[in-house]
């Protein structure tokens, strides 16, 4: 009887661990079908007949995004959603791009493990463990450093040098999402009442209404 538990529990284990991830491919491929109706967890398979080269390719990585804003850094990510043929593979890229002193603010991956390699600049990086520690672990990173950031920890990256700094991601995902935490939570639509978030954050209401309307008109412009 309790060897017959322990095959249960470490059966349940493993399907744990495999549902925890993108979907395995059960064949060469499964290029989206973008086009079909049927909604699945990622996308239907196109008929491999009808695939071919630009399937599983995307080009202009190579040109800067445009940090002309607030933050000063701009994502370009090459998800399933740029490449067709990622579906399944269960690995995204993305171009990061930072003005001096951009920032790519605090946000989480809810599917992916990230691995970040500063291509040009110098980057200040971190993430932060979850509670009760809320550890913070940070570095800072030149041109050929390598970083990694567990999945679903909130990380960010800072350029703190005078020129623009560049980086590369590898995500765990095809679509890795992506959760930017003041966006998410002063920025939801409907907003979260501000008493609760006065109250969460132990300040008084006017902060959160400021900080409600900056966010919202962000997020909804």
């Not at 007949?49 to 804003?69: H, R």
């Not at 030149?142 to 920890?153: K, M, Q, W, Y």
Request: aromatic letters at 8%; hydrophobic letters at 45%.
């Amino acid at each position: 009887m309790a060897s017959a538990m322990l095959i249960v529990v470490l059966l349940a284990m493993a399907s744990s661990v495999v549902l925890a991830s993108d979907p395995s491919p059960l064949q060469d491929f499964c290029v989206a079908d973008k086009a079909s109706p049927v909604l699945v967890n990622g996308f239907v398979c196109k008929n491999p007949m009808d695939v071919n080269a630009e399937d599983f390719f995307f080009s202009g990585l190579n040109k800067p995004g445009n940090t002309d804003n607030r933050l000063g850094s701009n994502v370009t990510a090459v998800n399933v959603n740029k490449i067709a043929g990622l579906n399944t593979l269960g690995i995204s890229l993305a171009r990061i791009d930072f003005a001096p002193y951009g920032l790519n603010p605090p946000h989480t991956h809810p599917r992916a493990t990230e691995v970040l390699t500063v291509i040009e600049g110098t980057l200040l990086v971190g993430f932060v463990t979850s509670n009760p520690q809320n550890r913070l672990i940070f570095k800072v990173l030149n041109a050929g450093d390598v970083f990694v950031f567990p999945e679903g920890l909130i990380h960010f990256q800072f350029n703190r040098g005078h020129k623009n700094a560049v980086a590369i991601a590898g995500l765990s995902s095809q679509n890795p999402g992506v959760i930017t935490v003041a966006n998410a939570v002063f920025g939801s639509n409907p907003k979260i009442d501000d008493g609760i978030l006065a109250k969460a954050f132990q300040v008084d209401k006017k902060v959160i209404d400021y900080l409600q309307s900056q966010f919202w008109m962000d997020n909804n412009n």
